[in-house]
């Protein structure tokens, strides 16, 4: 793939999580479980057509070819799309996605102390940009509006120059 269109595809996918939320919040008649079982069966179905499709075999072949592994992480992912709607639900949705987002630095972290894959410098200056702005949403909470904005702001500034 094009880094032109993997940017484009990150920039979709961050629009769809945050309208998910708005979504979300705009049910009135359904609750956490009703949300998660048509949430989850869509994905299921989509998932199974995308292996399907770049394994090239039909819906019984794979499911039939599915082992341990693929249980477990079918496991990890029922409990991650559980929790986030639950989350979206229980929580605000800025604070729901700002967890989310923050879920690739941990990995990075995570991937450096226990398989010794020590991350690209890059990543290591967009995790200083995430703690920034994670200093500055603390300082916000505690009323220092002024300062931690200009924080954010100078943070988000360097980040992008780098990248670009």
Do not use: N
Not at 36 to 52: N, P
Not at 88 to 106: G, K, N, R
Not at 136 to 142: A, W
Request: charged letters at 15%; a neutral charge; proline letters at 2%.
């Amino acid at each position: 793939m094009q880094k032109q269109s993997a940017m484009y595809l990150i920039l979709l996918g961050g629009t769809c999580m945050s309208f998910i939320g708005l979504c979300m919040r705009l049910v009135e008649a359904a609750d956490g479980f009703q949300i998660l079982f048509y949430r989850s069966i869509s994905l299921s179905l989509m998932v199974g057509l995308i292996c399907c499709l770049r394994r090239r075999t039909g819906p019984v072949d794979f499911v039939k070819s599915l082992d341990r592994t693929d249980m477990v992480m079918g496991a990890a992912l029922a409990i991650a799309f559980t929790t986030y709607v639950f989350a979206m639900l229980y929580t605000s949705v800025a604070s729901t996605l700002f967890i989310l987002t923050s879920s690739p630095f941990m990995a990075a972290i995570l991937g450096w102390v226990w398989i010794g894959e020590k991350p690209h410098p890059m990543t290591w200056m967009v995790m200083e940009d995430f703690a920034a702005v994670l200093y500055g949403k603390g300082m916000r909470l505690t009323a220092e509006v002024s300062i931690c904005y200009a924080a954010e702001c100078f943070s988000h500034v360097i980040t992008i120059t780098l990248i670009y």
